[in-house]
């Protein structure tokens, strides 16, 4: 049976949309034509699979807290460093990638944030795509997919939704509510909380809670986002040429650091 | 009607301060320097000819010099232009200025504006109006001063020579630039004091900008002194101590050429911004600054006597004011008091501008947004900030803001419903503006519609301080992220709910997108009404390097908001680029229409060119119109007196307007209390290349476009597609990017 295709809704395609807050001019709406209407082709797509370092870091240090929970005895045991840095194969990887991961892996076996909890879920951060949820309002239907690293629940009985930052950006507060919308709908009997906790700095952000009138209020927004998406995806592949109009470049610092400036006219 | 009439005629009994000249056998030459000279240096040359020969005075028009001798003096000879010419060029050479020679023009052609040039040239040059202190307190004086300038005024269709005259209160620090470093927080580096501050200088009082640090005294005395013309100059450089810096400075905006200066030789210009530094209650000044019109009135006479005197050796009369009495035809007055404008709300309902409540009340708004269109849908989300004590009323307040809102049929929801005040004990400090951050961001995070602010009222006035105002503070990082706000202050609060709620609801509804109400009579003159502003910024340290940035909104001809959109571009030079206006300015909402365009400022370069073509294109018409804010002589009414003392001047009528030729003119679009001030006229140009209207017709347009500030009970200056061009110019070239919106969160 052919599967409907529907709009969908991610925290990623949030971003794409709108930067997050206080980061507005480093915002490019021109990304989200490559990253989503471009994708393909032969120029782009190689640009899109170049894996950056701290994504690299980012994805060794969530597996290696995965094999930690996997076997305990690496957590606790002296050697246990070694033995996931093994699994992980960093002795493959550049050196400031196994710098630092390795670190992050000695900084967990000292503070192990998840050690006696009771997790519901951990992920290894390659699964793929997660199952999406399905959401409707009124005959709209759409997708989607938020991709949880940890859950785990409290001693009181909240649901704790957890995810792991590497690196020294701020955590975007939009994640958190995508991932408590997300609960609402996975674990309906939950009262549900969400934080960050970043892997090098060993740092926690504070819980964050949201209302169910906000909850409510990005539900909306959801749909709105997943069909202005849809709609830019269709008038794009009618005329290709109006990439720029649908999809406008923001020049400035951000291409400095933008994977897509080698196809970019736009690129200062 | 009877009594409108009536009214219309009255409103004639008016002054302007622009005085017609007249002239008779002109003692005068004209003659050419080759190479051909640009406006720049003609003007340059043109006042250093006129300080060089006394009771000689050159002016420079469209590459040609005339010089006007005093009816007692000889014109100089041939061969004394040439030495002069020697004489300035070794003076103010530079590396890059050509060796002009002198050749003399046959048969001068002396035009209105040539003898309005004249006149102002001698102003400038005599200095017959003695500042007068006004106030005085440490090392701070006010004073009042004549602005002038030349002007051309057609009068039964002949452009006559004029000179604008205005009484002008200016600020001035006692002491010098050096003094102002050596005293100040920054000293240790001054490149962070100095670049980008507004000075004056001592020789001249002309206002200035510093641009950079070009060394230090040791390095640059001997050039300098070599240059200096001013006595002040010179003793300030012989004094100056060797490692003192000196400082680059751009006279006017555009000016190609930067001046090195001894910080001795300058004063810092008192702003909102120094007045701080210089421990100064920039609020008492501002009021000082303030003119009532008895004074003014005193003034305007002793100015033009003394004009008078001036003018009388070279032979220009100086003659009446442009008044209503003489002038009447070149006054005008909309037909209609402006007040009186007939409106169209919701449900057809139409009413007058001064009943816009009740107007609002019967019809509710005439448009609501797209994104309200269904009621049950899409309630308005609101959120509250609220900085003020526990005991506050935020939470009654905000219930009778939703209440208001129901009635006006816009159900709304409170996404944090608790409005508990956040307390931190002091705002400016660092920690107390992370809070501030912190809550802000997270009241950002799903995106309300409009956010109500409750300030203390502390927060009023406190621009001046180094970590800014709450306000300002919180207002830009909201407009970051196209969310509209509303603030209410503290003591606002305090006041009758209903009133505040009043002043404050027509702006909320306007905010979201919903236009409130339109003209009940379309504008005539053309189908779309669209502003156009550009804010440039230099790139420090790369010279001729520049980012522009301008947004446009666009109206239709019943005043309803259209959309609005921003573009930026990094651009060499002054002008806006063609492929930047065509995308400004969409084919398909313009194409086979008239439009008329407002560009705040002069058009530049060949900004005409590229619209007019762009208009062939899309078989448009173009009405090219500048508004300019600043240098506009002020109007008057002049009622009559039964006292024997005469007739005094007293506050213009709004929409008062004064016709200098068919294509330009002054008008009146503010009403202020005396207490506040004189309302600053704007000055209209049609430019003649675009399609032709009539400045009658612009002047109302204009007029009826200032009544759609629909944040305001009280119509602002400008027509409000310039006020929200200028705000997206202003965003975009901060870098944020304003996709095609249409929503005016701006007001």
């Known amino acids: 049976m052919q599967t409907v295709w529907k709009p969908f809704f991610s925290y990623n395609l949030w971003a794409l949309f709108e930067p997050a807050i206080g980061q507005e001019q480093r915002h490019c709406p021109m990304k989200r034509g490559f990253l989503k209407a471009r994708a393909k082709e032969p120029e782009v797509a190689p640009l899109i699979q170049q894996e950056t370092v701290y994504q690299e870091i980012g994805l060794l240090a969530q ?148 209302l169910s009138v906000q909850l409510q209020v990005l539900e909306m927004d959801l749909f709105r986002f997943a069909q202005q998406h849809q709609n830019d995806l269709q008038r794009y592949r009618r005329k290709l040429a109006s990439f720029e109009e649908i999809f406008p470049p923001h020049s400035g610092y951000q291409c400095q650091t933008c994977q897509f400036q080698s196809v970019c006219q736009f690129t200062i | 009607m009877i009594a409108l009439a009536t009214q219309s005629l009255q409103d004639k009994n008016c002054l302007s301060e622009i005085f017609a000249l007249g002239h008779t056998d002109l003692n005068l030459v004209s003659f050419r320097l080759s190479p051909l000279t640009d406006r720049e240096d003609g003007l340059r040359l043109s006042y250093r000819f006129s300080r060089y020969f006394p009771n000689v005075i050159v002016v420079w028009k469209n590459g040609l010099f005339y010089a006007l001798a005093n009816q007692e003096q000889t014109l100089p000879t041939d061969a004394e232009w040439a030495g002069a010419l020697e004489y300035i060029h070794r003076e103010i050479y530079e590396p890059s200025d050509p060796e002009w020679r002198f050749q003399r023009s046959r048969n001068p052609q002396m035009t209105p504006d040539i003898i309005a040039a004249f006149a102002e040239q001698i102003l400038d040059v005599s200095q017959p109006f003695r500042p007068k202190t006004v106030y005085s307190e440490q090392n701070i004086e006010v004073k009042r001063r004549a602005d002038f300038g030349a002007e051309t005024v057609e009068i039964n269709q002949m452009p006559h020579p004029a000179i604008a005259l205005s009484p002008h209160s200016r600020i001035t620090f006692q002491g010098t630039l050096d003094g102002f470093l050596a005293n100040h927080p920054y000293r240790q580096n001054p490149e962070r004091l100095l670049v980008s501050l507004k000075v004056e200088t001592l020789d001249t009082d002309s206002t200035a900008t510093i641009e950079e640090i070009v060394g230090t005294i040791a390095e640059h005395r001997t050039y300098l002194l070599t240059k200096a013309s001013g006595a002040i100059s010179r003793k300030a450089l012989e004094e100056a101590p060797a490692e003192q810096p000196v400082v680059a400075v751009r006279f006017g905006q555009n000016s190609k050429r930067l001046y090195p200066y001894a910080m001795a030789a300058l004063r810092p210009c008192v702003t909102a911004e120094t007045a701080n530094q210089l421990d100064i209650d920039f609020g008492t000044l501002l009021e000082q600054t303030k003119i009532p019109y008895a004074d003014r009135q005193q003034l305007l006479k002793e100015y033009s006597a003394a004009a008078k005197e001036a003018l009388r050796p070279y032979n220009i009369q100086f003659l009446k004011a442009i008044n209503g009495r003489d002038n009447g035809d070149l006054f005008w007055v909309p037909e209609h008091p402006i007040e009186q404008t007939p409106i169209q709300f919701g449900q057809g309902v139409t009413g007058l501008y001064n009943g816009i409540l009740r107007g609002l009340e019967n019809g509710g708004v005439y448009q609501r947004h797209r994104d309200y269109q269904n009621v049950s849908e899409r309630p308005i989300r609101l959120v509250v900030l609220n900085l003020l004590k526990p005991e506050a009323q935020v939470n009654g307040f905000m219930q009778q803001v939703r209440q208001q809102l129901e009635r006006y049929k816009f159900p709304s929801l409170e996404l944090n419903p608790s409005t508990e005040a956040i307390l931190v004990d002091n705002w400016n400090s660092p920690e107390g503006r992370a809070t501030l951050e912190d809550k802000l961001d997270e009241l950002m995070t799903i995106k309300p519609d409009i956010m109500f602010v409750f300030l203390p009222q502390s927060d009023r006035g406190s621009d001046d301080d180094e970590s800014g105002s709450l306000y300002h503070r919180i207002y830009s990082k909201l407009l970051r992220r196209q969310i509209a706000s509303q603030f209410i202050y503290e003591e606002t609060l305090r006041k009758e709910t209903r009133y505040v709620l009043n002043q404050v609801m027509l702006g909320v509804l306007a905010k979201l997108g919903n236009v409130p109400f339109v003209l009940a009579e379309p504008l005539q003159v053309a189908d779309v009404f669209i502003g156009l502003d550009v804010a440039r910024s230099k790139k ?32 060499e030079g002054e002008e806006i680029p063609q492929r930047f206006l065509e995308a400004l300015l969409p084919a398909g909402a313009l194409r086979g229409k008239t439009v008329l ?63 200098l030729s068919s294509h330009e003119a002054i008008l009146v679009t503010t009403q202020v209390s005396g207490r506040i001030g004189v309302p600053r006229p704007i000055r209209l140009t049609v430019r003649s290349e675009g399609h032709p209207a009539s400045i009658e017709q612009i002047m109302d347009a204009t007029l009826k476009l200032t009544l759609l500030h629909h944040g305001a009970l009280k119509p602002p200056r400008l027509p409000m597609l310039l006020h929200g061009a200028d705000r997206l110019a202003d965003l975009r070239l901060n870098g944020v990017y304003v996709p095609e919106c249409d929503r005016q969160f701006w007001l």
Not at chain 1, 81 to 109: C, K
Not at chain 1, 155 to 164: A, M, Y
């Open chain 2, 540 to 571: 420090r340290r790369l010279s001729g390097s520049m980012n522009a940035c301008a947004g446009v909104c666009l109206y239709g001809n019943r005043g309803e908001f259209i959309r609005a959109k921003s573009e930026d571009a990094a651009i």
């Open chain 2, 597 to 659: 365009i407002y560009r705040d400022g002069r058009f530049c370069g060949d900004e005409v060119t590229h619209l007019l073509n762009w208009a062939a294109a899309i078989q448009s018409q173009f009405i090219l119109v500048e508004c300019r804010k600043s240098g506009t002589s002020r109007l008057y009414n002049l009622p009559r007196s039964n006292s024997d003392r005469g007739r005094s001047i007293a506050a213009p009528t709004r929409g008062l307007g004064l016709k």
């Open chain 1, 63 to 210: 597996q290696g807290i995965y094999e930690f929970h996997q076997d305990v005895h690496c957590l606790i045991g002296d050697d246990g460093v070694n033995r996931v840095s093994a699994i992980l194969g960093l002795e493959n990887r550049s050196q400031e990638v196994r710098n630092r991961v390795t670190q992050v892996l000695a900084n967990y076996q000292v503070t192990p944030i998840l050690l006696g909890k009771n997790i519901l879920k951990l992920s290894r951060g390659d699964e793929g795509f997660p199952e999406p949820i399905l959401l409707r309002s009124g005959n709209q239907e759409c997708n989607l997919f938020a991709a949880i690293d940890c859950i785990f629940v409290e001693p009181d009985g909240t649901l704790h939704i957890l995810d792991f930052k590497t690196g020294k950006s701020d955590f975007d507060r939009r994640q958190a509510y995508v991932y408590l919308l997300a609960a609402k709908y996975l674990y309906p009997n939950y009262e549900a909380i969400a934080s960050f906790y970043n892997l090098e700095s060993q740092t926690w952000s504070d819980p964050i809670r949201a």
